[in-house]
């Protein structure tokens, strides 16, 4: 399939970006329509387009976009101009003239591009259990012979890298960004690399590229959807044998099950749209707990069967709830200022502060400081005054979301308890 809308020439002048259009109704046509071109299974009901990079991070890229298209500087220009009209061509000839039909007079909007590249989303079910928020969602695969590891496909990989790079842009400069003609350059680079890596996949005339079926678990219990990632998936067998070893000779740590004293904390800084905020971040002993019933191999209570989600992953080296505890100092600084962002993503436009009390985070994909999490956070409480506001919320689970831990589904865990 051509991908190229009109061969040969250059794609038409970004409008400006400035008018952000509405996230909520971001697809052209031709992009969701091309759901109904394949077969999905019931559970997936009539499909969605999930992003691997962010909308928001796209965002990002199309403000700078415009601004460096229209440079007067020759190298600038030229590099950003170049990255545009391969944009235009990845987006294929109807999703292209639906973006530009969808402008003010015919200028194609660099936000809507951008989010309708057809290689920039997955198909896959509606609502899955774990939102990613602005993190990075793959698709994945797994790895051939491997021990249930996994890794992303091609095409996620370059646009990892692409994002990676932006974002590296965006941070230097004491945080004012360089957005220079090498960036634009190594963005052109990455996104051909996808580009290339994503022409090689049959799909004959359609708009959208095959659904990864393998990537996704379905739970009959729960009736949830959830995407695999990066995590380890072993065998019912070789889980048998994680948990009988990591079991041997197990402390309790059932004095910790109900109590209310900190385990951990952390206070982080951040803007939050206009709001200059701090959080102080809580994990008190019964949620380091709660990880440990839940999300370790050493403690995981087989006899719980209200688990909500339809996988469960295992930090493997917790062994003592002293090391629970020290895993959390070490990930609530990086969780803490995940959740500034996802506030800032999320509620960052709310006419008062206090009005973030309750407010439950769960994200999944979070990166950590180098490490992939899921975790969910409570505000608990919301002062100071609304220009500088002090929240306080309580980190109630945190698991591996990457490749530090194995997961099981639950009819794996349910083969392994009567295994043990």
């Known amino acids: 399939m051509t991908t190229s809308p009109v061969a040969g020439r250059p794609a038409p002048p970004p409008s400006t970006a400035k008018d ?13 329509d091309g759901k109904s071109a394949y077969a999905l299974p019931t559970e997936w009901k009539s499909g969605a387009l999930h992003h691997k990079i962010s909308k928001e991070r796209l965002s990002s890229i199309a403000e700078q976009l415009t601004p460096a298209w229209n440079a007067k500087e020759p190298k600038l220009q030229g590099a950003a ?56 969602d ?34 230097a400069n004491q945080g004012r960004g360089v957005y220079d003609a090498a960036l634009w350059t190594t963005l052109h680079r990455h996104l051909q690399t996808a580009h290339l890596a994503a022409e090689r996949i049959a799909r004959g005339e359609r708009v959208l590229y095959p659904p990864l079926r393998e990537q996704w678990v379905y739970d009959s219990t729960t009736k949830q959807n959830l995407r695999k990632g990066l995590t380890p998936f072993p065998t019912p067998e070789q889980g048998r044998r994680l948990f009988a ?47 440990c019933v839940r999300h370790t191999l050493t403690f995981f209570d087989f006899t719980d069967a209200a688990r909500p989600r339809p996988i469960n992953t295992f930090w493997p080296d917790v062994r003592t709830f002293a090391d629970a505890k020290a895993l959390a100092a070490a990930l609530l600084p990086g969780i803490g200022r995940s959740c500034l962002r996802e506030l800032n993503r999320t509620q960052g436009n709310v006419a008062e502060a206090t ?12 990166d ?11 505000i608990t409480g919301v002062s100071g005054t609304d220009e500088a506001p002090v929240v306080d919320a309580v980190i109630e689970s945190f698991a591996p979301d990457g490749a530090d831990g194995p997961g099981f589904t639950r009819g794996d865990l349910d083969l392994i308890a009567g295994q043990l």
Request: charge should be negative; aromatic fraction near 6%; proline fraction near 8%.
């Open 368 to 378: 950590v400081d180098g490490r992939v999490v899921f975790y969910n956070v409570q």
């Open 245 to 291: 070893g990591a079991r041997s000779n197990a402390p309790s740590i059932a004095a910790y099950a109900a109590s209310a004293s900190a385990a951990a904390t952390s206070t982080v800084r951040a803007a939050v749209g206009d709001r200059d905020v701090t959080l102080r971040l809580t994990a008190a002993e019964e949620n380091v707990h709660h990880v």
């Open 138 to 171: 793959p698709d994945t695969e797994p790895v051939p012979d491997g021990p249930g590891t996994r890794r992303m496909d091609t095409v996620s990989v370059a646009l990892k890298e692409l994002e990676s790079a932006w974002l590296a842009a965006a941070e």
């Open 81 to 136: 101009r170049a990255f545009w009209n391969l944009c235009w061509a990845v987006a294929g000839e109807s999703v292209a003239g639906a973006v530009a039909m969808a402008g003010p007079g015919g200028s194609p909007n660099p936000h809507r591009l951008l989010w309708n590249l057809p290689l920039m989303v997955s198909l896959g079910p509606q609502s899955p259990a774990n939102d990613p928020g602005m993190n990075f």
């Open 355 to 366: 009005e973030w009390l309750d407010v439950v985070l769960e994200i999944s994909n979070a």
């Open 20 to 32: 952000v259009p509405d996230k909520g109704k971001w697809a052209v046509k031709p992009l969701n």
